[in-house]
């Protein structure tokens, strides 16, 4: 059987073309990726969020088949934009569908900042101003604060795909400041994860990603090391000594 080391159950909006190919991508041998679609429009509305948490209940019922080892429930925007109560109650959901333990995308960015004690960050973006705003709310209710945000500032989500890596590492560069510590690219449709070992490298700092932070997350959970090498320094971290193997 595929996925003897482990099964990723994926979660993501019906427009997103990015985070189940990205996916796929960090996968090593042993490990399946099984995903769902959740229904719901292609504009980023608060509607079109909050309609999602009840679609993936559906979405998690059809994945739960698989008997999933995590379920990673995939939007960034659809995990914070009620803040952190609405986000545990979005895992406990999926949980309790799916007899796995859930990995928000919102969750995992709180998770990687955190673990990498950062209290001050960049953020880019391709949300909406109110948008925005909810995002930085959600961080600092956690204890993050936000330096600078930058933004493409588009509210249709299935053109988010089609920013190219080359702007993100071009809009990360333009407006990260010395004042923070690191940098988070939000969204599950962005194309980021090419382009971070190179900001790394050019601005000295930790740099993530939505579906870098998920992946990273869900295969902690897991206990599988991934040996990835060129996804940001996020994800080698799961290859250090101390990490068990499976």
């Not at 595929?2 to 960090?26: A, C, D, K, Q």
């Not at 993936?56 to 109560?85: L, N, Q």
């Not at 955190?114 to 204890?143: C, I, M, W």
């Not at 932070?213 to 320094?233: C, E, R, T």
Request: one cysteine or more; a neutral charge.
């Amino acid at each position: 059987m595929y996925g003897w080391r482990g099964r990723i159950g994926l979660l993501v909006p019906s427009i997103n073309t990015t985070m189940e190919t990205e996916f796929w991508g960090l996968a090593p041998h042993g490990v399946s990726v099984h995903t769902a679609r959740i229904a719901g429009g292609r504009e980023g509305t608060p509607e079109t969020l909050r309609g999602m948490e009840e679609a993936s209940k559906v979405a998690a019922g059809d994945v739960a088949m698989v008997e999933p080892d995590v379920v990673v429930y995939g939007c960034t925007s659809g995990s914070f934009f009620e803040g952190p109560s609405w986000n545990k109650k979005i895992c406990e959901q999926l949980t309790k569908i799916t007899k796995a333990p859930t990995v928000t995308t919102a969750g995992a960015m709180v998770a990687c900042l955190k673990a990498g004690g950062h209290k001050k960050v960049d953020v880019v973006t391709p949300y909406v101003a109110l948008t925005n705003e909810r995002l930085k709310s959600f961080l600092k209710v956690q204890g993050i604060t936000v330096s600078q945000l930058g933004t493409f500032d588009m509210l249709d989500m299935f053109d988010h795909a089609k920013i190219e890596p080359e702007e993100i590492y071009r809009k990360v560069k333009s407006m990260t400041t010395d004042k923070s510590e690191a940098v988070f690219v939000a969204c599950t449709q962005l194309r980021a994860l090419e382009v971070l070992d190179e900001l790394e490298r050019d601005l000295g700092k930790p740099v993530y990603s939505a579906v870098q932070a998920s992946a990273w997350q869900a295969f902690d959970i897991m206990g599988v090391d991934p040996d990835i090498q060129d996804g940001g320094s996020l994800l080698r971290r799961l290859s250090e000594p101390k990490r068990g193997k499976k």
